[in-house]
């Protein structure tokens, strides 16, 4: 069965410094990746959508690449700040599966 | 603009008793999902709508759980008898497209514990 991967221990980074968040999957091809904040006692939050044919894809300072031959998505924040502290989740979709299927999230925690 | 109402936002029940969490998507949406999030198992997708119509149920854990979606503007999920390890957080979501891969926009959650 499809496995999704996310680093279980938490990020911890200082203010200012780039961010870099791994999602790994395994045992199918998701032909698209969400990726997802989640604040404590909160809803995630959608943040970006990337399609197998998308090598990068950029908003503000948040940058999502798909690499469907690692099996891999990399989510980055430049110039992190403190308000950047929370969950993300990674969420591929197809790959015989009409459904988002979720990984269990790494927190990310910035340092003044 | 209002987003995904769900409630109640707490409940404390005892084991055996039935539970109905509510959900209200965002007006104009055609998909609503409920999801379960627990520390073990992570977010997980319960069942989906599309017009009020349940696509994909392949996640409702046992016959314990229902949902049904009367009309577009309002869903429950039903757990009948509760049991101490349906204690978790619910979502409810929606989105605009007829399709699991729209945006999902998530409601604050339904903080369940069954004692």
């Known amino acids: 069965s499809q496995k999704i991967e996310q680093n279980s221990e938490a990020l911890n980074i200082q203010e200012g410094k780039t961010a870099t968040l791994t999602c790994n999957y395994t045992?199918?091809?998701?032909?698209?990746l969400q990726w997802y904040r989640q604040d404590p006692g909160r809803g995630p939050v959608f943040l970006l959508l990337?399609?197998?044919?998308?090598k990068e894809k950029r908003k503000e300072r948040l940058k999502v690449t798909f690499d469907t031959t690692l099996k891999q998505s990399l989510f980055h924040i430049t110039a992190s700040q403190p308000a950047d502290s929370a969950t993300y989740l990674c969420?591929?979709?197809?790959?015989?599966?009409?459904?988002?299927?979720f990984g269990a999230g790494t927190r990310l925690a910035v340092h003044p | 603009d209002a987003g995904v109402i769900q409630s109640p936002r707490h409940e404390v029940t005892e084991m055996g008793q039935e539970v109905t969490l509510r959900c209200k998507p965002i007006?104009?949406?055609?998909?609503l999902f409920w999801y379960r999030q627990t520390m073990m198992r992570g977010l997980e997708l319960l069942i989906y709508?599309?017009?009020?119509?349940?696509?994909?149920d392949s996640g409702m854990p046992e016959d314990r759980f229902s949902a049904k979606m009367p009309n577009a503007s309002f869903s429950t999920l039903k757990i009948q008898p509760s049991e101490p390890r349906d204690s978790a957080v619910y979502f409810c979501?929606?989105?605009?497209?007829?399709?699991?891969?729209?945006?999902?926009?998530f409601g604050p959650g339904t903080r369940l514990t069954v004692l």
């Open positions: 979501a929606s989105s605009l497209a007829t399709g699991a891969i729209d945006t999902q926009y």
């Open positions: 045992n199918y091809s998701p032909a698209y």
């Open positions: 990337i399609r197998e044919n998308e």
């Open positions: 969420a591929p979709f197809g790959g015989g599966y009409n459904k988002l299927i």
């Open positions: 007006s104009g949406h055609n998909s």
């Open positions: 709508f599309n017009n009020n119509v349940p696509i994909d």
